[in-house]
């Protein structure tokens, strides 16, 4: 397995994939602006150090400005200038992690009434933690993408979970979720939409934070299982279970539990023919929004199914960017932090003398029946290949590699082959629950 380099302390935006290397989460580059007073050769040597550090997805746009201004001026009333940028920049994120920490101490100190839950995967591993009650890793195979029906899968489960151990749902859901677009995409909305038209709670806000600056507990848990693997071969898929016991077995949360995911509902195919033709690129660059409201209203003719969705950029109600100053404008650096106010939208319009402030997802329900999501057909081929050869290779059955294919011989007999998920609910095979502790 290759070795990768970790810093505990600087790994906001930061997801670890499973061979070890650490990737970072959105899409947003800046392009190349300066305010050095050094010489030409200087100034073009910083630029194309600064292209290549900001070449990187998830880097933070506004910390890849400060950093290029930083790295190339010595000017101390520059410098000063850029950490007065810096200040106001740092009150921004840092505002946003606040209102993400009061939503989970409203669920700590008042769970009949709020569910806050964290999203975060890395390859065929999905985390999700119930802030005050748990935390439940959900493993699934190379026959399932990680993708957005996946995670759909993941949420609906995590729901249904609170559901056998409070009776309902509470009557307003936090789900916070990064920037990927298995989370960040219109499927995941339009699932929230439905869950509050079929009444199952009353209000669900679905948030991230600012790219760049993702990273919360929820990191913390795939850091240490990062470190537990780096070094050591994990051969079975039992093995794998024992790891994931052992590192989270011992978890201050109430409950840590392992859930494997063989098939999975293709929810995309279910959502999105009924999705409004023009909603989209509500999470990019510029359009970007941190947050959605999807809250019960009664049915009318404005909101048919009874769902009134609302977004916006910030949770905070001001914050600010940093952006190249105006002509006009006297700067020391060529930037400015502009003061953005942050408000519930899409803003109120009048329609035949009636106000609406909301809008909706979904145009229509959804009336196809939900099929599941096929297999990758390769997968179970390639691996019944695999095992062929090594029993071929391992005759001798008290040798490691025997060892391991009698666990993956195990494993085989347990696993699907096929695709159809109402046959696998039924006998209890789609998915497995192995509670570590409660």
Known sequence: MEDANYDDDNVDGMSITSDGDVEEEGEENVSDNNASDTGDEE????????????????????????????????????????????????????????????RVWKAITEPHNFMSIM??????????????????????????????NLNIHCLLLQ?????????????????????GSEKANKCVLAMCELLIHRRMTKEIFL?????GHTNEDIDAKFGL???????EHVRTPQHYSKILKEIYGNSPQSWVSLQDIYAVPDYQAFLEPCIHAKFGN???????????????????IDYPMGVQTKF???????????????????????YVANRVCSFWGPQEVQIDGRIVCGMNILVELPKEPLYSEFFKETFLTELKHEMTNVNDKHPNRGDVGAVC?????????EYPQTHDVARLTTSGVASNSDCISR
Not at 78 to 102: A, N, P, Q
Not at 225 to 231: A, D, Q, S
Not at 405 to 413: L, Q, T
Request: net charge negative.
């Open 43 to 102: 100034e073009s040597d910083t630029a194309s150090d600064s292209e290549e550090y900001t070449a990187v997805t998830g880097k933070c746009s506004h910390c890849s400005i400060l950093s290029y201004l930083r790295s190339s001026t010595t000017n101390p009333a520059c410098r000063e200038e850029i950490s007065d940028l810096h200040v106001l920049h740092y009150s921004t994120f840092l505002g946003e992690k606040e209102w993400c920490h009061y």
């Open 119 to 148: 999203i975060d995967g890395m390859e065929h591993l999905q985390g999700i933690i119930e802030h005050g009650q748990g935390f439940t890793m959900y493993r699934s195979f190379n026959n399932l993408p990680a993708n957005a």
């Open 159 to 179: 729901l249904e979970s609170r559901i056998k151990r409070f009776g309902k749902l509470p009557d307003c859901i936090f789900i916070q979720v990064d920037g």
């Open 207 to 211: 948030t991230r934070l600012p790219v």
């Open 225 to 231: 299982l990062w470190k537990r693997v780096r070094t």
């Open 282 to 300: 509500w999470w990019k660059e510029g359009n970007v929004q941190h947050c959605f409201r999807f809250c019960h209203v009664p049915c009318s």
């Open 312 to 334: 916006r950029a910030y949770w905070s109600d001001e914050v600010y960017e940093i952006v190249k100053a105006a002509p006009t404008v006297k700067t020391q650096t060529g």
């Open 405 to 413: 294919a009698d666990y993956w011989n195990k494993f085989m007999d």
